[in-house]
C-alpha cells in the first residue's frame, strides 16, 4: 500500500485547505486512515482518523469543529478539510492507514504501518 498526499501550501490565518490522500497497491476498503502532523522540534500529532469500512470518524480536541475526515472509496482516497485555520496549525501533514477500524489508539503513530511522505501546511500572514 502506498500513500500520497497532495494539497499542502501557505493560507492566511482563517482560511482552508484540502489535504488528499491518495493509496495505491490496495483498496482502502477494510483499512483506517489517520492523519498526522508534525511542527518542528514537536511530537507527531494524530489529528484525525476514518474507518473505511464503516464511516466512523474521530478528531483530536484541537482540531474539533474547524476539521472534516472523509473518504471516496471509488477513487481510494481520504480527504482533510481544514477550516478557520491557526498559526498553530503549521506543520508538515501525514496521512497513515493499517488494516482495521480506528480504535481508542488511533492517535499513536505505532498504529499505522503505512505512511504517505507528507505534505507541508504553512498559516501565516
Known amino acids: 500500500l502506498q500513500l500520497v498526499e497532495s494539497g499542502g501550501g501557505l493560507v492566511q490565518p482563517g482560511g482552508s485547505l484540502r489535504l488528499s490522500c491518495v493509496a495505491s497497491g490496495y483498496t482502502l476498503d477494510y483499512y483506517h486512515i489517520g492523519w498526522f502532523r508534525q511542527a518542528p522540534g514537536k511530537e507527531r500529532e494524530g489529528v484525525s482518523c476514518i474507518s473505511s469500512s464503516d464511516g466512523m470518524t474521530y478528531y483530536a480536541d484541537s482540531v474539533k469543529g474547524r476539521f472534516t475526515i472523509s473518504s471516496d472509496n471509488t477513487k481510494n482516497t481520504v480527504y482533510l478539510q481544514m477550516n478557520s485555520l491557526k498559526p498553530e496549525d503549521t506543520a508538515v501533514y501525514y496521512c497513515?492507514?493499517?488494516?482495521?477500524?480506528?480504535?481508542?489508539?488511533?492517535?499513536?503513530?505505532?498504529?499505522?504501518?503505512?505512511w504517505g511522505q507528507g505534505t507541508q501546511v504553512t498559516v501565516s500572514s
Open positions: 497513515a492507514a493499517d488494516r482495521g477500524i480506528c480504535g481508542s489508539y488511533w492517535p499513536w503513530e505505532y498504529e499505522y504501518n503505512y
